[in-house]
Each structure stands twice: as C-alpha cells, then as structure tokens.
C-alpha cells in the first residue's frame, strides 16, 4: 500500500491530534507509558506560532484512510541554517512497513532542497541499554539509515521537595566561592537589565557545552529570539525560573533556566552555562541552588525535574547528583551528512 504524506496546517484541530497521537504513542512504546513527551497543546501551540528563529512543517504519513505516524522537519532561520532537524514517528502496529524509511527519506529530500547540508535528530531508550542503544527501535532504525550518534546524553531526574538539610549543606559549601558575584532570581520573563548577557550565555550554550561530533556554530546573540521564546512559553501556559549570576561589573557570568509545564506538571531543566573567565568558583551549583529554591517557594506544586546532560560532561553530572537527581534515561543526538 502506498503512503501520502500530507502537511499539516495547525489551526486544523484534527489533523493536528492525529499527528500528535501518532507521536507520543510511538515515544511511550518506545521508551514507557509514563516517558515525558509535549503535551497535545504545547505542540499545537508550537506548530501555530508565526516564528522567525524557525521554519516548522508538520506531516501526516497516510496510507489509505489510515494514519500510519508523523513527521517533521525544522529549519533554523537565524543560526545553523547548514542543519534541518528532523522527527519521524511510526507506532508499533504500522512498523516493518516501510513508511518511517519513506517519510526520512522525503524530509531530506526537503532538506536539500532548503540548502541544508547535514540532518540531526534525537531519539531516546531506557538508561539500562547502555550509551549505545543498542537495540532500542529510534537507534537501530537511524543506524540503518546512515546516521551516527553524533552526542550521548544521559536525562537526570529529580523528584522534589529537596532535601533541606542537603540544600543548606550545599548552600555553606559555595558561600565563599561566590563571593563577589551577585545571584539574581525571577519568574517569567528575563528582566530587560539583563537580558542582553543572557541572550549572550543563551547563545552560546550549543557549542560551550559539550557537543561531540554535532556539526554546529554558536549562535549569534539575540534579544527578539529570547523574547519570542518567551512569547511561545506563554502560549503553551509554561512558566520560566531564571537565575543569572553577575560580577562586579555587572556582566552576565552563569545562568540557568527552568520550565514549568502547567499541564504535565514537571520543571524541565534547560540551560545552564558558565562563562569561561568564571568557572572553577561552583556558580553552576550556585545558580541551580538558587533556581531550585526559588522553585519550591513560588511553584510547591511541582513534583519533579528533568534534565539532559551530554554523558562526558562530567562536571554537570556531578553537580546534578550532589543535588539528589539520578539517572533515569538515555538520549542520542544523531546526524548524518546530506551532501
């Protein structure tokens, strides 16, 4: 039988659940019922957004009168217009068939076609299999396909309230190290005295952090991009914890950021950076402590973190388990060249 693969406009509420279902049953096949996916909404907000940093297209694979998965494909407008990421999603029921293998090979087709010369995708399997993955559907398939696992990431979680005696235990430890920095705290947008030093830490995250064999440039700083992020957050009814912690100058030295999902629940950990002058001083910990804290002071409610590590950044781990998360699944971030 064959397959159509059919754009999704999404302000059709229809097609968009269908293409939404056809995701997360596949990831929670794939990875557990209970594996943390973007809700219904917060993708549908996503695909709706008129955005300048990103080109999104949804697809819809059909074969017949039936939805066989999903698909998608992003083209970074601003920053690492060389790399087109893509997600294909085909539950178990439609696998063996062929149409996952039909829809990536259409989505590089519209990659080359856009100019982009290198695909990158992420697909995640249980922290028992190993930094390979051997054997989780996602690896083998891109493996099959010609795509390299380019970054090994381990996902962290945290289950909340912490500890107090472990946060003030911790707190005493990097007291002295931060000594002449300010750590400054808030919830929702970043605060227009600063914002220019995060965008510049926020920019930089890609290619400061570990990357591995990921073909990709920093990011140029840029205000409008964080403000239309955050016009996105609120779309999707998340809420954003930021922390930066400043020298004497004032200049931005570290930062880091949660977002609370107000439909699933969770805080998701997503950047964390230190400047290269200031590392070595724990305002990693720091920062984290103080996003933490304020946390379960404004939002009691959330149960738990979840964060994403590259596996060699030693460092980061360490902080992480100082601070209670434990490992709890793996992530490979893959890329094969077009041309």
């Known amino acids: 039988m064959g397959m159509e693969m059919i754009r999704v406009d999404p302000f059709d509420d229809g097609a968009v659940d269908d293409w939404w279902s056809a995701y997360a049953h596949a990831e929670r096949a794939d990875r557990g019922a209970k594996a943390v996916v973007w809700t219904r909404e917060e993708s549908r907000s996503e695909l709706q957004q008129e955005s300048s940093v990103v080109d999104r297209r949804a697809y819809l694979l059909r074969a017949g009168s039936v939805i066989v998965g999903s698909a998608g494909i992003g083209l970074p407008r601003k920053d690492n217009t060389h790399v087109a990421h893509l997600s294909v999603s085909v539950p178990p029921a439609h696998r063996r068939r062929g149409f996952g293998s039909a829809a990536l090979t259409f989505l590089e087709a519209e990659a080359a076609a856009s100019g982009r010369r290198v695909a990158q995708g992420q697909t995640s399997w249980p922290y028992a299999l190993g930094p390979d993955g051997t054997g989780s559907p996602g690896r083998e398939f891109a493996r099959h396909h010609g795509y390299a696992l380019a970054l090994g990431d381990v996902q962290s979680r945290l289950d909340l309230p912490l500890d107090p005696s472990l946060v003030d235990r911790v707190t005493r430890d990097i007291t002295s190290a931060v000594d002449g920095y300010e750590i400054r705290s808030w919830v929702g947008p970043v605060p227009d005295d600063v914002v220019e030093g995060w965008s510049v830490l926020d920019a930089s995250i890609e290619t400061e952090a570990p990357s591995g064999d990921l073909e990709i440039e920093a990011a140029t700083p840029d205000v409008a991009s964080i403000r239309e992020n955050e016009d996105l957050l609120e779309r ?104």
Do not use: C
């Open 236 to 339: 999707q009814g998340r809420t954003s914890f930021g922390t930066i912690a400043l020298d004497r100058a004032g200049e931005a030295a570290a930062y880091t950021q949660l977002v609370v999902s107000s439909a699933d629940g969770n805080a998701y950990q997503w950047g964390t950076l230190v400047r290269r002058a200031d590392r070595g001083h724990k305002l990693g910990t720091a920062v984290k402590v103080a996003n933490l804290r304020m946390l379960q002071r404004t939002a009691p409610q959330t149960r738990t973190v979840y964060t994403y590590n590259a596996e060699s950044n030693a460092r980061m781990l360490a902080v992480n388990t100082l601070l209670g998360f434990f490992p709890s699944e793996r992530m490979g971030e893959l890329q094969k060249r077009l041309s």
